[in-house]
């Protein structure tokens, strides 16, 4: 009987301990006032890894009741695991978030806080941030996220190849493929590309479509309950694509950008199109003197050649978490104007702070490449992140597909009007 009494004794304390488990009681730390944040971005290496490492560790060293644990996975499965992590009971207090359409799903999904009550509480932190920056953040005329990075795209050149070949800046597509030509002539990869991770890809795709179909059309197609893309300006964006193809590299699809890159900093090639932010990543190991050109005006093009692609880059606090003063806190720390200067030194990505790029901790072109978003007209954000995952999959599944002759401009539209017709449909 003793034993009998025994087993029951430790199951019925087995079971209050699961149900104050469940019960949503707080862990100890808690009741003596810390708490834990779960932060989870996209950064798993260096310089970016070690500059969230430190943070954290200065945050907490300035905040020692909050602790925060730090996850990350690089760019293309972040994509997919923050879609699974905030559709779990536990999710990241704080996350990292592109801008626009991958932003505006979490959104519309429950999955974020709204922050508009503290852009409006601490109106000394917030009116510091680039303005132009919190819109793609804003949906339906609240805050949801906190803009991070500010970054552009524009074609690096290497001058010295230029000079040496008596070519000029090509501001036209005409012009473009002429300096291509005779790069190509004299031995030299025209344009670096890599499309083995396919978000270079939109990068293009974004620009080509912006210059070449009207900005209300585009709108109305990028809108997943009202998007069609009959227009044919999208068919023209991708030829105009295809006629670059004979001046990428060899096999585009076997390399990332990286490696591309990587072949534009040896001067082995000449050209490639990347982010502003890169130019710390390119200006160490050049031996080149270093130029860029905007993107060139097309014949015929519907839209405006002073806009820009490029969006900013941020974080968003779980809609489910317990703590959302603290993380807000974590997230002001991370935009002050400190941190944002620390950020162009030690990483050469541009903070969304306002005047944090300068000649203390960036170079002229550095400095030029900041100029330049904060002068653009408007801001065109990146295709992949700007349109639903659905279109984004069969414009770059097609566009691998016809990088290898294996696709046609109008097959792959065929493909993208079929994902927008479903889209439609189940919005409806």
């Not at 922050?115 to 932190?125: F, G, I, R, S």
């Not at 917030?126 to 949906?139: D, E, G, R």
């Not at 585009?252 to 000449?270: C, M, V, W």
């Not at 050469?348 to 550095?366: C, F, H, I, L, M």
Request: positive net charge; contains cysteine.
């Amino acid at each position: 009987m003793r034993k009998r009494f025994g087993i029951l004794l430790v199951f019925l304390v087995a079971v209050s301990a699961l149900l104050a488990g469940c019960s949503g009681g707080q862990s100890p730390s808690e009741k003596n006032g810390e708490v834990t944040l779960k932060f989870f971005h996209r950064w798993p290496k260096d310089p970016e890894k070690s500059f969230f490492d430190n943070a954290v560790k200065e945050f907490e060293k300035q905040n020692p009741k909050i602790h925060i644990q730090t996850e990350a996975v690089l760019n293309d499965s972040y994509k997919e695991k923050i879609r699974v992590m905030l559709g779990t009971n536990n999710p990241p207090d704080i996350y990292f978030s592109w801008s626009d359409e991958f932003a505006d799903k979490f959104v519309r999904g429950n999955k974020a806080l709204d922050l508009t009550p503290y852009y409006k509480e601490d109106a000394k932190w917030s009116s510091q941030l680039v303005q132009s920056q919190i819109s793609p953040f804003t949906f339906n005329g609240k805050q949801y996220g906190v803009p991070w990075t500010m970054d552009g795209k524009t074609f690096f050149y290497n001058k010295d190849i230029f000079k040496k070949l008596n070519i000029q800046p090509p501001r036209t597509w005409e012009e473009l493929i002429s300096v291509s030509k005779v790069l190509k002539k004299n031995h030299y990869t025209p344009i670096a590309f890599g499309s083995k991770a396919p978000w270079a890809i939109s990068h293009y795709i974004g620009t080509l479509n912006q210059r070449l179909v009207d900005e209300k059309t585009r709108e109305k197609d990028y809108n997943r309950a009202t998007g069609e893309f009959k227009d044919p300006g999208y068919t023209e964006a991708l030829e105009k694509f295809k006629e670059l193809v004979p001046y990428f590299n060899d096999h585009p699809n076997s390399i990332d950008h990286e490696y591309a890159r990587q072949l534009f900093t040896a001067g082995k090639a000449a050209i490639i199109y990347a982010e502003t932010a890169e130019i710390k990543l390119v200006e160490p190991g050049i031996k080149f003197k270093l130029g860029f050109f905007d993107f060139p005006s097309i014949p015929g093009e519907k839209g405006s050649k002073d806009f820009l692609t490029g969006a900013p880059e941020g974080f968003m606090i779980s809609a489910k978490t317990k703590h959302p003063k603290e993380a807000m806190k974590f997230l002001e720390f991370l935009t002050s104007k400190p941190m944002g200067e620390k950020l162009v030194k030690d990483v050469g990505k541009y903070s969304a702070v306002k005047e944090t790029t300068n000649r203390t901790n960036a170079t002229p072109e550095q400095i030029e490449a900041v100029n330049k978003i904060l002068d653009a007209k408007e801001m065109v954000p990146w295709f992949d992140t700007d349109v639903d995952i659905e279109i984004v999959d069969a414009y770059l599944n097609g566009v691998q597909m016809m990088l290898n002759g294996q696709k046609s401009p109008k097959g792959i539209m065929k493909d993208v009007r079929k994902a927008a017709a479903s889209l439609r449909e189940s919005s409806q």
